[in-house]
Nanobody
Framework: QVQLVESGGGLVQAGGSLRLSCAAS????????MGWYRQTPGKQRDMVAI????????DYADSVKGRFTISRDDAKNTVYLQMSSLKPEDTAVYYC????????WGQGTQVTVSS
């Protein structure tokens, strides 16, 4: 099993920045990718950014390219999402995601961007 604990959500004005963190613990040796998804009420959970463990490959949703940056500290088993130039449409619950042999989710952290 893998446990994911997120932190860093909150309320920010449009144009502002936030950084999310996700620390992984447990059976982390089989994790291959870590990243972030987001979800708003009544909609599906969508990929925001994802990174390959131990490498430099990452992928972003088109809507966040140029504004969000994902980074990893594999020594700390932590993934970060630096969000800049935030827009009201970025408001969502953000979930940390890890995948390898299994798929794991964090509990979610609310990000609210006011206009």
């Amino acid at each position: 099993q893998v446990q994911l604990v997120e932190s860093g959500g909150g309320l920010v004005q449009a144009g502002g920045s936030l950084r999310l963190s996700c620390a992984a613990s447990g059976n982390i040796f089989n994790i291959r990718t870590m990243g972030w998804y987001r979800q708003t009420p009544g909609k599906q959970r969508d990929m925001v950014a994802i990174a390959i463990r131990g490498g430099s490959t990452s992928d972003y949703a088109d809507s966040v390219k140029g504004r969000f940056t994902i980074s990893r500290d594999d020594a700390k088993n932590t993934v970060y999402l630096q969000m800049s130039s935030l827009k009201p449409e970025d408001t969502a619950v953000y979930y940390c995601h890890a995948a390898g042999i299994g798929v794991y989710w964090g509990q979610g952290t609310q990000v609210t961007v006011s206009s």
